[in-house]
């Protein structure tokens, strides 16, 4: 069983960077493709980005995810990383991590598809 953990949330202002950290200290993380989620209030959860499980690989379902948000990771540390750049009110939401056995390069994006899921973090930004 692999436990997730989302850390680095919180309440910054219009314009801040934030980096979100994901770790699991159960089992390595390296088997898995890693995915961030975020789900506002009263709306879906939505795809930010994945990254398959040796870092080679990035996925942005957009543009404009792409443009301000990075993710990483580092399997020596057990940990995947989202890099959030030029944040806006309109970013507030529960920020997800998650993990889903894959083949080496490959990126696990849906959501159902994933195996095992972070509480989240909660990213507030005002403006």
């Known amino acids: 069983q692999v436990q997730l953990v989302e850390s680095g949330g919180g309440l910054v202002q219009a314009g801040s960077s934030l980096t979100l950290s994901c770790v699991t200290s159960?089992?390595?993380?390296?088997?898995?493709?890693v995915s961030w989620y975020r789900q506002a209030p009263g709306e879906e959860r939505n795809l930010i980005g994945g990254?398959?499980?040796?870092?080679?690989?990035?996925?942005y379902p957009n543009n404009s995810m792409k443009g301000r948000f990075a993710v990483s990771r580092d399997n020596a540390k057990d940990t995947a990383f989202l890099q959030m750049n030029s944040l806006t009110p309109e970013d507030t939401a529960v920020y997800y991590c998650a993990a889903a056995e894959a083949e080496q390069l490959g990126i696990v994006v849906l959501p159902s598809s994933q195996d095992y899921w972070g509480k989240g973090t909660l990213v507030t930004v005002s403006s």
């Open positions: 990254i398959s499980r040796d870092g080679t690989k990035v996925y």
């Open positions: 159960e089992r390595t993380l390296e088997p898995y493709s």
